[in-house]
């Protein structure tokens, strides 16, 4: 019978059928942070138990390291006791683990792939919702909670309920200047938050497979924002030139053997979902969130909506919400609203691809003198490349502020990296809930290019208003 990639798998992976829907499925590799993990350590010393498969099993911290200077950790019980907690749990019971600062560390969704941990056809958990990310390697990569990080640790399997199946065909091409994170914008705009709920996107189509991996994990990453228990595309060459990459820099070149295979994990052209969209890659354009949830967005020609475009009451009620929230009306546009701060990192938008785009819009401008341009490397690989490239000076002569540590930062707001109440940012993140980057802090989240475009012009804007702005100024 024809299968989708998920479906081929799990099939691979299931080492026990537990039930009608249930199945025990294996697990190739197991990433930890800080947050969500002394429990499991706890619960397994406590039954005597150890890690099944440690060289399965990879940790690092992001969540809350201090992204200027260690020295912010000292005096800080809370967060010093979170990173050593897992330095230690990793020490004892033989896990790689990759200590702030140092070669490897960085956000775990950014060091992971980076570091050829994610593999074609393959089975990768972590105790982080964005953990979706890795679908772009034609993966099946989910986030699990404590008591499942617990059950990995201790016999590299987890109990598991099918997923059902969600394919969204992106057909044609992208317009010039719309990015992988315009396009996650649009797709979670049209499903809602809860559109994919139970199920994993598979992106399928000319405008995905013409994508960067980059550009691909930005879009399996928000799958997690449609409500999807994963996203997912099939192998391409794409796929494979990018891990011939990361092994030769490992120096353990990827043989024709190791590649062979990789090119079934690819759904059956028959296969059949259990729910499809088709989406027109060349109708969409630049998007921003102007609400509290990443399905609230608009296009730089749009108004911001009013409550009655929505017809579903809860819709309505959230739209009410937010209005009062972000400090909105119905009727403005992006380009009415003035900004204090411009976050570029996050396990969205924080690799080597996005500094690019950021310095390539700043490049011969000045930030904003009412904005704060904050920018957070992924990971110490993508600090050291965007410095390798000369992207620090750029940022540097432009007046941003390039953070040495890597992290999630201003994301979530876990570190020091916060934003004030009724401040207003526009985040290449992908969560703009109430109260995410500080109490009372308004989030506009968006793509690296119209980050950088807001940062210059101290208002929400994309690149090719910079041209106007200009001569206006
Ligand atoms: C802290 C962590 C568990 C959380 C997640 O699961 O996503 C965080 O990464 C987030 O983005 O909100
Ligand atoms: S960067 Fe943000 S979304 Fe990603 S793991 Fe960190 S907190 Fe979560």
Redesign the pocket.
């Known amino acids: 019978m024809a299968k989708t990639l998920h479906e081929k798998i799990w099939q691979a992976h299931c080492v026990k059928t537990l039930g009608e829907a249930e199945d025990l499925i294996y697990i190739d590799m197991h990433l930890l942070h800080e947050?969500?993990t002394p429990q499991a350590f706890d619960s397994l010393r406590a039954a005597n138990r150890t890690v099944r498969r440690p060289d399965l099993t990879v940790a690092t911290v992001d969540?809350n390291t201090p992204t200027s200077s260690i020295a912010l950790l000292e005096g800080d019980e809370l967060r010093s006791n979170q990173i050593d907690l897992l330095r230690d749990n990793s020490a004892e019971f033989g896990i790689p683990f990759h200590m702030l600062g140092e070669a490897g560390q960085g956000i775990t969704h950014v060091i992971a792939p980076e570091q050829g941990l994610v593999l074609p056809g393959t089975t990768v958990v972590c105790?982080?919702?964005?953990t979706t990310t890795h679908g772009a390697f034609a993966a099946l990569a989910f986030?699990i909670g404590t008591s499942q990080v617990e059950h990995v640790l201790a016999t590299q399997t987890l109990r598991l309920q099918k997923f059902k199946s969600f394919r969204i065909t992106v057909k044609n091409s992208l317009p010039a200047g719309v990015s992988a994170k315009d396009l996650a914008l649009a797709i979670i705009r049209r499903i809602g938050t809860g559109g994919g709920i139970g199920h994993v996107i598979e992106y399928a189509g000319e405008a995905i497979h013409s994508l960067s991996m980059e550009a691909r994990m930005t879009l399996c990453n928000m799958s997690v924002e449609g409500g999807a228990s994963a996203g997912i595309i099939g192998v391409d060459d794409v796929t494979i030139d990018y891990l011939r990459k990361v092994y030769a820099a490992k120096g353990r070149p990827l043989t024709e053997e190791d590649v062979e295979g990789w090119r079934s994990f690819v759904s059956d052209p028959d296969a059949v979902f259990d729910k499809e969209i088709v989406i027109d890659a060349a109708a969409l354009d630049e998007s921003v969130t102007w609400g509290t949830n990443p399905s609230q967005s608009i296009t730089f020609d749009e108004s911001i909506p009013a409550v009655s475009d929505y017809e579903d009451a809860s819709q309505q009620l959230a739209a009410e919400r937010a209005f009062e929230y972000m400090d909105l009306q119905p009727g403005q546009t992006l380009r009415d609203l003035s900004i204090n701060k411009v976050f570029v990192g996050s396990c969205t938008n924080g690799r080597i691809e996005d500094l690019r785009v950021v310095a390539g819009v700043l490049e011969g401008h000045k930030v904003h003198p009412d904005v704060h341009l904050l920018i957070v490397p992924g990971s110490v690989q993508v600090r050291d490349q965007a410095i390798r490239e000369g992207l620090d000076e750029i940022f540097h002569a432009a007046g941003a502020d390039f953070r040495p540590l890597p992290g999630?930062s201003l994301?979530?707001g876990l570190n020091e990296d916060q934003m004030k109440a009724g401040q207003r940012s526009v985040s290449t993140s992908?969560?703009n809930f109430e109260g995410r980057q500080g109490a009372g802090a308004r989030t506009h989240i968006a793509s690296p290019a119209v980050a950088a475009a807001s940062a210059i012009i101290g208002r929400i804007a994309r690149p090719s208003d910079l041209e106007a702005w200009g001569k206006a100024e």
């Open positions: 947050i969500n969540h105790c982080d919702s964005h986030g999630c994301c979530c992908n969560r």
